[in-house]
């Protein structure tokens, strides 16, 4: 028996030590977050966040209510109100936490599954707890407060990391969910739909139908068309670039109109919008045509399209940015032990200090909102362009090897 017991302890040393001391950290900080965030929405049930309205919208569809009557309130989907149904059936604290767990299984999962297709080969696997950890300061505050743009990058993630197995379907079912919850990862879709038209094409409009055809399974077929007509029409009536400067995005248009007063029409600004995803659609068109390795065309693709939906976006805030925190910090440690510029190299680390700099303000200074501050998250996705534009269109330091077709 004690030899079996010596035995087992071995093994289980061994295992251990084959994880690496990075990756048992990590593991041992999310456990730890996972039960953190128990104990602080359990002890605090009815605590204010963005799950309330994810609350309320699931009992407005269980009794026919008018998801919409607050355009500011609830901004998603019915399909997404079906989804949060089954969380607002439960007490609020109870699904407050089976909410915020979910959030971060999907983010988690997603990233899991990116690191596992290869596309950042400079972070070997022993190492891949520190990218848990970098991550932790950036995606920390939305988990607290209940926003879904875990779930919606996580979603997006899942779907990039299913193109170099080419397993379509589930890249088109998850940019569908994604797309329901949020519209503009829908871009992501498009970028992908460049690299496999056959493949991918005919599978995500499927699942945008089926997607949407879902809401009318769970509620009368005349109720669920009006809300997807109000949907739509509060969609299209909310232009945040009129709303007042404590609400409004801190993207592209915060830093040149608003803050640096340059007197750029709207018309224009939304052109500049689509040229900027028409840019990434030729990066996508160049690579395939080129045959580039999936290690510079999806990392750059995932990079590129985060950029766009923060900067350019129709509706970034604060919590937004968090859609860009993934391709920061792989971007990041996939660069370090390269042969890249030092200086690139020192940019990404930059971008990711301004990043966690801009986190840091919301925790310990919410009420300082000077002009300025909210300029740190808009400029690190501009030094992030930068250093993109340099690392992924540079010849040299890529592997020669055969792309997905």
């Given at each position: 028996?004690?030899a079996?017991?010596e035995?087992?302890?071995?093994g289980?040393?061994?295992r251990?030590k084959?994880l690496g001391e990075w990756?048992?950290c990590?593991l041992?900080?999310w456990?730890?977050?996972?039960l953190?965030?128990a104990i602080?929405?359990?002890?605090?049930?009815?605590?204010?966040?963005?799950?309330?309205?994810?609350?309320?919208?699931?009992v407005?569809?269980l009794?026919?209510q008018?998801l919409?009557?607050?355009?500011?309130g609830?901004?998603?989907s019915?399909?997404a109100?079906?989804l949060?149904?089954?969380?607002g059936?439960?007490?609020?604290?109870?699904?407050n936490?089976?909410?915020?767990w979910f959030n971060?299984?999907i983010?988690?999962?997603?990233?899991?599954?990116?690191?596992s297709t290869?596309i950042?080969?400079?972070?070997?696997?022993?190492?891949?707890?520190i990218?848990?950890?970098?991550?932790v300061?950036?995606?920390?505050?939305?988990?607290?407060?209940?926003?879904a743009?875990?779930?919606?990058?996580?979603l997006?993630l899942?779907?990039?990391?299913?193109v170099?197995?080419?397993r379509?379907g589930?890249?088109a079912?998850?940019i569908?969910a994604?797309?329901?919850?949020?519209?503009?990862?829908?871009?992501?879709?498009?970028i992908l739909?460049?690299?496999?038209?056959?493949?991918l094409?005919?599978r995500?409009?499927?699942?945008?139908?089926?997607?949407?055809?879902?809401p009318?399974?769970?509620?009368?077929?005349?109720?669920?068309?009006q809300q997807?007509?109000?949907?739509?029409s509060?969609?299209?009536?909310?232009?945040?670039?009129?709303y007042?400067i404590k609400?409004?995005?801190?993207?592209?248009?915060?830093?040149?109109?608003?803050?640096?007063?340059?007197?750029?029409?709207?018309f224009?600004?939304?052109?500049?919008q689509i040229l900027?995803g028409?840019?990434i659609?030729?990066f996508?068109?160049?690579g395939?045509w080129?045959?580039?390795?999936k290690?510079?065309?999806?990392?750059?693709?995932?990079?590129?399209?985060?950029?766009?939906?923060?900067l350019?976006?129709?509706?970034?805030?604060?919590?937004?940015y968090?859609l860009?925190?993934?391709?920061?910090v792989?971007?990041?440690?996939?660069?370090?032990p390269s042969?890249?510029?030092l200086w690139?190299?020192?940019?990404l680390?930059?971008?990711?200090?301004?990043?966690?700099?801009?986190?840091?303000?919301t925790s310990?200074?919410p009420?300082?909102?000077?002009?300025?501050?909210l300029?740190i998250?808009?400029?690190?996705?501009i030094?992030?362009?930068?250093?993109?534009?340099?690392?992924?269109?540079?010849?040299?330091?890529?592997?020669m090897?055969?792309?997905?077709?």
């Open positions: 028996m004690i079996v017991s035995g087992r302890s071995a289980l040393q061994e251990l084959s990756n048992i990590a041992a900080v456990i730890l977050i996972f953190g965030l602080r929405t359990l002890a605090n049930p009815n605590r204010a966040t963005a799950f309330t309205v994810y609350h309320l919208a699931g407005h569809w009794n026919a008018h919409y009557g607050d355009w500011r609830f901004v998603y019915p399909l109100a079906v949060f149904t089954p969380f059936l439960l007490p609020p604290g109870w699904g936490l089976c909410w915020t971060a299984a983010f988690l999962l997603g990233v899991c599954a990116l690191l290869g950042y080969p400079g972070i070997k696997p022993r190492y891949h707890g990218v848990y950890l970098l991550l300061p950036l995606v920390l505050g939305n988990l607290d407060t209940g926003q743009n875990p779930t919606v990058i996580g997006m899942l779907a990039i990391a299913a170099p197995a080419e379509w589930v890249a079912l998850c569908a994604a797309t329901y919850l949020k519209i503009y990862p829908l871009a992501v879709g498009l739909f460049l690299m496999a038209p056959r493949r094409g005919w995500l409009f499927l699942a945008l139908v089926v997607l949407g055809i879902l009318f399974l769970f509620q009368h077929w005349s109720y669920v068309s997807y007509h109000e949907w739509i509060t969609r299209s009536a909310d232009d945040r670039r009129l007042p609400d409004v995005p801190l993207d592209l248009w915060f830093l040149l109109v608003r803050l640096g007063h340059l007197p750029i029409p709207g224009v600004y939304s052109a500049f900027g028409g840019a659609a030729l996508c068109l160049v395939v080129k045959d580039w390795p290690e510079r065309l999806l990392a750059g693709i995932l990079a590129l399209v985060s950029i766009w939906m923060t350019c976006g129709p509706a970034t805030e604060l919590q937004t968090v860009l925190a993934p391709a920061v792989l971007t990041l440690l996939d660069a370090l042969s890249r510029p690139l190299r020192a940019g680390l930059v971008v990711y200090l301004l990043m966690v700099l801009a986190v840091a303000r310990f200074l009420s300082q909102k000077s002009l300025w501050i300029t998250q808009p400029v690190a996705a030094f992030f362009l930068i250093c993109c534009l340099a690392s992924f269109l540079r010849v040299s330091g890529w592997k090897q055969g792309n997905i077709r």
